[in-house]
């Protein structure tokens, strides 16, 4: 009931331990001569019946078999691969190092297991509604916090399956991380904020796992983050002469017509895309002679009033946006700055459909618009004509220069002193016309 393949070095086989009818465990064996063998229960089971002895695998007789018969070659494949890479390593080869290749090749996470970084990921992804937020007296993780661990941690383990070993806190040193860099740069191609962004929640949860008293790298205190410069920074906005433009472009489709409706108002009230298509006519709101937008943001749980400016009045007078998606809204805008002829060539980034990567290029402009052009548009439109302390606090930026980055200003020492002369020079003719009037 055996099946084996001879590498100059090794015999790897399978077998079953018994003819009951019933299901038993598949067994893998390794033999590397001078009595040097080693056995494991692989994972998988068979009848006895759909047995081969011919194979040394399950017969191909239905799908559960064929996909155990698959995964035992793929088992069988990857032992000889590990055997070359550990001799030419001097590793030594026994029944543990069988049992984790066994893991690996299956991407096998022993949940039990407090030591594996991608144990902890999952952790904080589970508990993530007890969690306290740091600085905060609150707790429970955004929505937002939670899909950026939930990406890093599928990210990890596409690593793991490149490095060939699953990575453990003890693992976490210089150049483990210098290769982790290289393949999130170099051959996933990621941007430098998202590869950054990696590295960032890798020193997070080495943190948090510290604080736990799990054992960690001295290393990962130094693990160091990165981003694109400011000056690689090439941010699309709408300036108001082109949202006029949109604005009053011919559009036969109901759905280009509702996706503009939510593009001209996010260019107005400077939110996130997500709250953004979260906002409802119960969100609008008019007291004191005063019409606005309230909306709870949903990255920091920030609550922010917003005027409804001109524009967002007009477009919400002729009825209020139905819902859509953040996918179709990407989708439609694009469109409707093509109808509205918004193509000037733009530097910009957009997304590869083969690479599956967004890629630097020049561009029609209405191709590089996306939902984050509307919050980007409204810090840029409004920059100077407002204060920049009301600015930041309806877009959600905590620091000013965090704020003039993302616009790609520098920053104006004067421009406070300006604006106070100009408020000034306003009410003082205003209080010209009262006086004139009594």
Known sequence: MRFILNNSMATVSFRIRSKDNKEVSIYVYLSLGRGKMFQCKTGFTVNPKDWSSSTGKPKQN????????????????????????????????????????????????????????????????????????????????????????????????RFEEYHRKKVHFMDINKPLIEKFKNWLLNDQSYSDNHAGKQLDNLKAVCND?????IHTNPFAEYIESFSEANEDRYIVTLSP???????????????????????????????????????????IKYE?????????????????????????????????????????????IKEVCKEAKICAPTYGKKKDKVKQ???????????????????????????????????????GHSRESVFLAYINKPKDKDENAKLMLKYLELEKKNNKKTRAKS
């Open 241 to 283: 002469e082109e949202l006029d433009i949109i604005e009053n472009t011919k559009l036969d489709r109901a759905a280009l017509i509702n996706a503009r409706k939510w593009l001209l108002i996010g260019c107005e009230i400077g939110q996130r895309g997500e709250d953004l298509l979260g906002i409802t006519v119960d969100n």
């Open 209 to 213: 796992a510290k604080k736990m008293n």
């Open 357 to 395: 990567r967004s890629v630097f290029g020049t561009y029609a402009k209405h191709e590089l618009i996306a939902s984050h052009c509307c919050r980007r548009s409204f810090a840029t439109n409004y920059y100077k004509k407002m204060p920049t302390p009301i600015l930041m606090e309806i877009t």
């Open 62 to 157: 239905d799908a559960v078999n064929k996909a155990t018969f698959n995964n035992l070659s793929k088992l069988e494949s990857f032992i000889y691969d590990e055997v070359n890479i550990s001799n030419g390593k001097g590793e030594e080869i026994n029944f543990e190092w069988l049992e984790e290749k066994i893991k690996d090749c299956f991407n096998r996470v022993e949940k039990t297991d407090s030591t594996l970084v991608a144990n902890h990921y999952q952790y904080i992804i589970d508990n993530a509604a007890t969690r306290k937020i740091n600085n905060k007296n609150k707790i429970g993780l955004s929505k937002n916090r939670i899909e950026n661990y939930q990406t890093s941690l599928k990210i990890l383990k």
């Open 288 to 332: 004191n002679g005063l019409h606005k937008i309230e909306v709870k943001q949903m990255k920091g749980g920030k609550d922010v009033t917003i005027p409804i400016l001109p524009r967002a009045k007009r477009i919400i007078d002729t009825g209020f946006p139905y819902k859509i998606t953040s996918q179709k809204f990407n989708e439609y």
